[in-house]
Nanobody, 121 residues
Framework: QVQLVESGGGSVQAGGSLRLSCAASGYRYDTLCMGWFREAPGKERERVAT???????TYADSVKGRFTFTRDNPKNVWFLQMSGLKDEDTGTYYCAAGSCINGDWVDAYYWGKGTRVTISS
């Protein structure tokens, strides 16, 4: 059974840090592109960061320089290190597995159920 499970969310003050994890099972994920998306209250889901099978990464402009996406293929775990957190980073963060072309995200095949991140000022 394909499963993505996010963890690491929580409540932190602005300027703080969090590390989100995505643990995957049921598929050979080392060939897939992985992504982190977030959904803020009242807003559409947006792509935050992606990492492809050879660890090329892309980031939304709003998180560049603050977030780092890494993958541990043997363990099927992916991490989103978030620092310098801002109020606008508040939302539910979702892990996704899908396809990329030349490092650019194309489509999601599988989704996790999300982990909540709340930033307070």
């Amino acid at each position: 059974q394909v499963q993505l499970v996010e963890s690491g969310g929580g409540s932190v003050q602005a300027g703080g840090s969090l590390r989100l994890s995505c643990a995957a099972s049921g598929y050979r994920y080392d060939t897939l592109c992985m992504g982190w998306f977030r959904e803020a209250p009242g807003k559409e889901r947006e792509r935050v960061a992606t990492i492809d099978s050879i660890s090329r990464t892309t980031y939304a402009d709003s998180v560049k320089g603050r977030f780092t996406f890494t993958r541990d293929n043997p363990k099927n775990v992916w991490f989103l290190q978030m620092s310098g957190l801002k109020d606008e980073d508040t939302g539910t963060y979702y892990c996704a597995a899908g396809s990329c072309i030349n490092g650019d995200w194309v489509d999601a095949y599988y989704w996790g159920k999300g982990t909540r991140v709340t930033i307070s000022s």
